[in-house]
């Protein structure tokens, strides 16, 4: 002992102190674990998880049902977001049940769409009226767009030979840039090329 | 203070009233001595309004739970900064903020508005007056903010634990002040078709505030994604709810305003396109409004049902009624200057855009109304969730991105192919080696390599207009890259500062296909245990759970579980993700549990960590770990967005600071000679 360092004597105090305490301590996940000081302040009691709650197939099928709730999320989202709810638990468990009677997806979605109405769905499905609200803005656009085109073209033909209104060169781009090969300008062109530059360029 | 408060609602109400009365019949009869009378009525309107404001927020800070909104809002023990936010937490206060900013505003318009558009002060102190009053009506006889109650509980019921977020003590307001000053280009416009001062004066009036309620609109939607990626805990940060898709309305037809004004300015185009879509913005401001307030359409935002709605309804409708009636009185007046001559034109290109931006607000507001269609049709209740909006959107959305790059780059007037020949060149090169080097690395999701794609091309657009316009400058005047950058961006903020704008509107996109490859899973794991995610950028987290540890903090409970984090075996520290009970000052519970989502996050990717609960009563916990890839890039993409805008708006530049030689005739000769032109 009497070689023995002070630092290295109580080295192997704490080393002889911390070892029945690791040994005592359970492998990972295989004791029993501590229970919550306040069990209510952490919100309602959870399940385990089990392997449907986070199947890729479940959870693409309750990405495309909504919770009943009123909260306006699918049930995948709401069961995993507001853990207050007690609806969309409910939900996940009749999905899992017809998953596991064999159903397919597109048969689950029926019987959800049968038993809450067409309300179930997160998005109607693409018939009748519900048509109206998948086509209408996109054709409306096109539609729209169209009539532009028709329109510039047509005043184009009236317009094409008469001298160009107020406003920056034709074919003038913002670095001033070129263009086609322009004839020599007069000095009014000029001037309204001037001001055309310096309103690009504000 | 509450009869203070109310006292000054009444006084404001009749203020507003009378400004509205005397601002239109002395323009009508020709008594521009009234005018002082007008301006000063707005300013006392504002002063009564503060004054209001600050009596509820006395009634807050003292914890006056006689007055029921102070009980409905607060509590004892809820700290000082959400006491001040609990001013625009609930319907009635909200109210109020937005009655006093509304004249504040109004005021400022007065005041700030340059002598030469002096003639339309009177008519925009009378339109926003008239608002000013509609909402200090609604208050006084709907939603009275100084309202007590019959008995003092001991206790208020505190703030909902999902605006106890710093979030949203900046969110909200920054919206407010979106919509808000919406109001002042509304008054302007609606001034201009009465005054039939129809030039463009109007709008160079309103050019500040335009760009001011568009940063705004901006700033607050960001904010408002940030909130519910941090708070709402389900991993997201846009949920094409109703109230969110209520505040994307005015600032899509905002944006196409911003675009189609310049038309107008240079082209003397696009009159009466412009008039509507001013009124159209501050129309959908009220609508999204009383889509909020109404209770209408369900919504995790909205704010307790009430009669409020029946308010903002029939404004709506008279609003609509009058400002487009005057519309409809003006258009022979409102003839274009000149016509469009050529689809390839920036002038067209600026069509196209509006007309995309205008079909996207359209199609959310139609998404937004079709489950009342529906039902009012076809008598069956649907829903309509981002599945539907993702369909629709996302397309129209692309085609914007690709028109964002498109629009800078085509000649004013009509483009040569010579023109598009060197514009184009670079930037379409640049998207599709992007494509092609994001499809060999292995993306194989259409939409997110479209949007990837077009973000190069974009990206390519804004940074040869950025090389040409420096190496022009250096020509020119042989100034360093860096001096040359900054006096470039400094002397054409509108142009440079747009740029940014559009910088940031595709850093979004990239953000926001970055979704496409998020990566989630749930565990339950008993103190100790691991799992393992497989990130999309190739690399492995390890979670282990540490175990849960519960304190009490002032206004409530926490649950803290806390998650140790390697990736790819080394050692990324803790998360903690947490449970909150809040409580009163008598540590009773006030509110269900609310969850604290953990995250870390960097350039690439974010690990996002839910805390569900616990299994019995243990420290065996539920998770839900998702990786959400380039969401960094959302919050990043808004800064440089917010930063475009303040560059676009800052006073100077433009004009004044022009170079003497860019004003001699001949400049674009000077210029190509220099190369500029390249």
């Not at chain 1, 306006?72 to 009677?101: G, K, N, W």
């Not at chain 2, 005015?250 to 009466?272: C, N």
Request: glycine share 10%.
């Amino acid at each position: 002992m009497s070689d023995l360092s002070r630092r290295g004597f109580l080295g192997r105090l704490g080393a002889a102190t911390l070892l029945p305490i690791q040994a005592q301590g359970p492998l990972a996940g295989q004791g029993e674990v501590g229970r919550l000081r306040d069990p209510a302040a952490a919100g309602r009691p959870r399940a385990p998880t089990e392997i449907a709650d986070y199947d890729e197939r479940i959870k693409a099928i309750e990405h495309r049902l909504a919770c009943t709730c009123g909260c306006t999320l699918d049930i995948f989202t709401c069961r995993t977001t507001d853990f207050t709810c007690t609806y969309s638990p409910q939900l996940h468990r009749e999905v899992v049940e017809m998953d596991r009677a064999g159903k397919t997806a597109e048969e689950i979605i029926d019987a959800f769409v049968d038993k809450y109405g067409e309300k179930a769905l997160m998005a109607p499905k693409p018939e009748g009226f519900n048509l109206w609200g998948y086509l209408l803005p996109g054709s409306a656009i096109l539609v729209a767009g169209g009539a532009l085109v028709a329109l510039i073209s047509r005043r184009r033909i009236v317009v094409a030979g008469a001298a160009g209104g107020a406003g920056p060169q034709p074919g003038v781009d913002d670095t001033g840039g070129e263009t086609n090969a322009a004839p020599p300008a007069s000095a009014e062109e000029m001037e309204r090329l001037r001001r055309a530059l310096a309103e690009v360029d504000d | 203070m509450t009869l203070l408060g109310e006292f000054c609602l009444w006084v404001a109400l009749l203020l507003s009233l009378w400004a509205t009365a005397v601002a239109f019949s002395g323009r009508w009869k020709g008594r521009p001595d009234l005018s002082a009378s007008v301006s000063g009525a707005v300013y006392g309107t504002f002063g009564a309004l503060a004054v209001a404001t600050l009596a509820l927020w006395k009634g807050l800070a003292s914890h006056d739970f006689n007055i029921e909104y102070v009980a409905a809002y607060t509590s004892r023990n809820l700290p000082t900064g959400y006491i001040v936010s609990a001013l625009w937490a609930g319907q009635k206060g909200s109210l109020l903020f937005w009655a006093v900013v509304l004249s504040l505003f109004a005021a400022l318009a007065q005041l700030l508005t340059s002598r030469r558009h002096a003639h339309l002060l009177p008519y925009v102190a009378g339109v926003t007056s008239a608002v000013t009053a509609f909402f200090v009506c609604t208050m006084l006889f709907a939603a009275n903010p100084f309202e007590r109650m019959a008995f003092t509980p001991a206790d208020g019921r505190g703030l909902n634990p999902q605006l106890q977020n710093p979030g949203m003590m900046i969110h909200p307001p920054m919206l407010y002040l979106g919509y808000i000053s919406l109001t002042i280009p509304f008054a302007f416009a609606i001034a201009a078709l009465l005054s039939r001062s129809l030039d463009t004066g109007w709008i160079h009036a309103i050019r500040k505030w335009t760009l001011v309620s568009w940063l705004f609109l901006a700033i607050g939607i960001t904010l408002g994604m940030w909130w519910a990626y941090v708070e709402l805990g389900w991993g997201g940060y846009w949920a094409w709810d109703p109230v969110e898709n209520a505040s994307l309305l005015p600032w899509l037809t905002m944006t196409a305003f911003l675009h189609s004004v310049m038309i107008q300015e240079k082209r003397g185009m696009l009159k009466r396109w412009n008039l509507g879509l001013i009124i159209g913005t501050f129309l959908l401001s009220i609508f999204g409004t009383f889509i909020t307030r109404s209770g209408v359409i369900a919504s995790v935002h909205s704010f307790t049902q009430s009669n409020v709605g029946y308010f903002f309804l029939g404004f709506l409708v008279v609003c609509c009624i009058l400002s487009f009636t005057l519309l409809y009185t003006r258009w022979p007046s409102l003839k274009a200057d000149v016509q469009l001559e050529s689809v390839l034109s920036r002038e067209a290109a600026f069509l196209f855009n509006n007309l995309l931006l205008v079909g996207i607000a359209f199609s959310v507001l139609w998404g937004t109304l079709f489950p009342i269609l529906s039902e009012l049709v076809r008598g069956s209740k649907i829903t309509v969730g981002p599945p539907f909006f993702n369909r629709v959107n996302v397309p129209l959305g692309l085609l914007l991105l690709g028109l964002t790059g498109i629009g800078p780059l085509i000649a004013w007037r009509k483009a040569s192919p010579a023109n598009l020949r060197r514009q184009f060149t670079w930037p379409v090169a640049a998207g599709i080696v992007t494509a092609l080097v994001l499809f060999a690395i292995g993306a194989r999701d259409l939409y997110a390599l479209t949007a990837l794609g077009l973000a190069g091309f974009v990206a390519g657009t804004i940074l040869q207009e950025f090389y040409r316009g420096m190496r022009a400058r250096r020509r020119m005047h042989g100034e360093s890259a860096a001096v040359a950058l900054a006096r470039l961006v400094a002397r054409n903020r509108r142009r440079y500062g747009g740029y940014l704008v559009h910088a940031g509107v595709l850093i979004y996109f990239v953000a926001f296909s970055g979704m496409a490859f998020r990566r989630e899973m749930e565990a339950t794991l008993k103190p100790g245990e691991s799992v393992t995610l497989a990130s999309p950028f190739g690399h492995t987290y390890t979670l282990t759970h540490v175990g849960i540890s519960q304190f009490e903090a002032l206004n409530r409970i926490v649950s803290a579980a806390t998650v140790s984090v390697a990736k790819d075996g080394r050692s990324q520290g803790l998360i903690t993700s947490e449970k909150r009970q809040h409580v009163d000052s008598f540590r009773r519970p006030t509110f269900e549990p609310s969850t604290e989502v953990g995250i870390r996050s960097n350039l690439q990717e974010d690990l996002y960590i839910t805390y569900a609960g616990s299994v019995g009563g243990t420290e065996e916990a539920v998770y839900r770990f998702t990786i959400n890839p380039l969401v960094w890039w959302v919050w990043f993409g808004g800064f440089v967005l917010a930063l475009g805008g303040l560059i676009t708006m800052w006073p100077g530049g433009g004009a004044a600071l022009v170079s003497p030689r860019r004003v001699e005739p001949g400049y674009q000769a000077s210029l190509a000679a220099t190369g500029a032109a390249e």
